[in-house]
């Protein structure tokens, strides 16, 4: 008897799956060479992180609108992302949880020691440079405080340990003019500018230090300028390097384009925070070195004073 050959043996599913995955992936490497040296793609929205200067709920009600103004002047859309801390933020760039952030000098270059950035722009100040200034306050009716050296002896409050026009620029001020912070009769980190004025009005503080675009608001309401620092690097808009490149470029030409003098610009603008009112700049990341220069005047280099009754 004559017996018909034995099918060939099947594979087993494993073996199949296995062979399956091979030539799909050969089928790929095929379709896309160079793969593997492609950046990341681009998405519809990036991710823009801001420090909560004032009340977080004033702050989304004013960045917002800022956000949405550059949604409409480019392809790509930013999600506003709050944080209460400095260090926050720097964090965030760092792990790549945020994709675009405005920095203060000081906190820009601690982000960038520790994520890569590309700087995008400067924030101009109230006079039309790349530049801002601390403001000394106190209350209207204080007319025992008319110059920095009755200081000594009161009380002060400085803003966030972190922050470059509440705490750093002021406290080098002080001290270049004679004040030390030992002279205080008491002193404190408070979170926010807006923590820092209201405080003063309140009469909790004798003084304060807020940035000139925050103390606006208050000047004329209750409180006045005892002094002002010496103009210096004001606010800086970043992203990391592995945002795309058009995507980089387009934020940044839409930065630079925005016109003041266009009516319709202008009062889109009037909404917007003070740190952003007055347009945007190039950016000379080479003169934010005069912050390690402030740190080492001050001891802020890892040696310098530590509020007694500081607030994280």
């Not at 405080?145 to 966030?160: E, N």
């Not at 040696?303 to 994280?312: I, L, R």
Request: proline share 9%.
């Amino acid at each position: 008897m004559v017996r018909a050959p034995a099918p060939p043996a099947r594979p087993s599913l494993p073996s199949a799956l296995l062979r399956l995955g091979l030539a799909l992936a050969l089928l790929a490497c095929l379709a896309a060479p160079g793969a593997a040296e492609q950046k990341a793609p681009q998405r519809n929205a990036y991710r823009f992180g801001v420090i909560t200067l004032n009340h977080p709920v004033v702050i989304y009600q004013q960045y917002q609108p800022f956000l949405d103004f550059l949604a409409e002047r480019q392809p790509w859309r930013f999600e506003l992302v709050l944080e209460h801390r400095y260090a926050a933020i720097v964090s965030r760039l760092e792990a790549g949880t945020l994709d675009i952030a405005l920095l203060g000098g000081r906190t820009f270059l601690q982000a960038r020691e520790r994520a890569p950035l590309v700087p995008l722009c400067a924030v101009l100040g109230m006079d039309g440079t790349p530049t801002t200034r601390s403001l000394l306050i106190v209350r209207e009716d204080r007319a025992d405080i008319r110059g920095v050296a009755d200081l000594a002896g009161k009380s002060f409050a400085f803003g966030s340990p972190d922050s470059t026009a509440s705490y750093l620029a002021p406290l080098d001020h002080l001290m270049r003019r004679g004040i030390e912070p030992a002279d205080f009769s008491r002193w404190a980190n408070l979170p926010t500018h807006d923590a820092v004025a209201r405080a003063v009005l309140r009469g909790e503080y004798d003084a304060g230090a807020v940035a000139e675009p925050m103390a606006v608001r208050y000047l004329g309401a209750g409180l006045r300028v005892l002094e002002a620092t010496p103009p210096f690097p004001g606010f800086i808009i970043v992203a990391r390097d592995d945002v795309p490149p058009a995507v980089r470029d387009s934020l940044r030409d839409v930065l630079l384009a925005v016109d003041l003098h266009d009516p319709e610009v202008a009062a889109r603008a009037a909404g917007w925070n003070e740190v952003l009112r007055h347009g945007f700049g190039p950016v000379d990341t080479a003169v934010y070195e005069t912050f390690r220069r402030m740190e080492q005047r001050v001891g802020l280099d890892g040696s310098g004073p530590q509020a007694p009754e500081a607030t994280p």
